[in-house]
């Protein structure tokens, strides 16, 4: 992003204080706005319903449903529970910036049905690579989670309030911030999303 219009964050503005010389940096605030479809609830088999183990790795590449908006992914265990292995599912897609990413998701518990979730924001997903379980009783399943990505790289990004459903959120949202990958920046309400708005007031 560059130029003054819209208006540019990231232009190294200053304001005066009171102390002659002592320019602090200039923030702004920013109100960002997911629609009720936008900020559907966390859904385990919203990517990909459920692959039957078959004993080999696999590599998925269609059936594939991308996120209304950038969000982490999911991966659910589950089947006969003696069959699961503590593997990695490893996502590959794109994130807002339609920039080619990559993750891979937290290790399952071996023998036990259960949910891991991702950090990184993706936007779409375009292969699915989930190793063999110890029996093809298995199924993983690949979803989205409650963290919506955000459209910045700061180092800090303070949350001034939260809203879902247009209703105060009691407790902070949490941000994850990072410099240098955009899809490492989001925001994960105290409340399950559900089907509902999300508003978000920002200090960028």
Known sequence: MSGFYPK???LGQVIQSDVPGNNPDSAFPVHL???ALEALAALTTGVHAAVTDNGAQQEI???ITNPGVPRNISATAGGTAGDIKAITVTIVGT?????AISEVLPVFTVDTAGTVLGNKAFKTVTKITIPAHDGTAATTAIGWGDKLGLPYMEEEIPCIASFLNSVLEATAATIAASLTAIES??????SA???TKVDAYLIV
């Open 193 to 195: 999303l559900n089907a």
């Open 8 to 10: 540019n964050p990231a």
């Open 61 to 63: 590449t269609t059936a």
């Open 95 to 99: 994130n807002i910036l339609d920039e």
């Open 33 to 35: 706005e997911w629609t």
């Open 185 to 190: 920046n989001t925001i994960d309400l105290s």
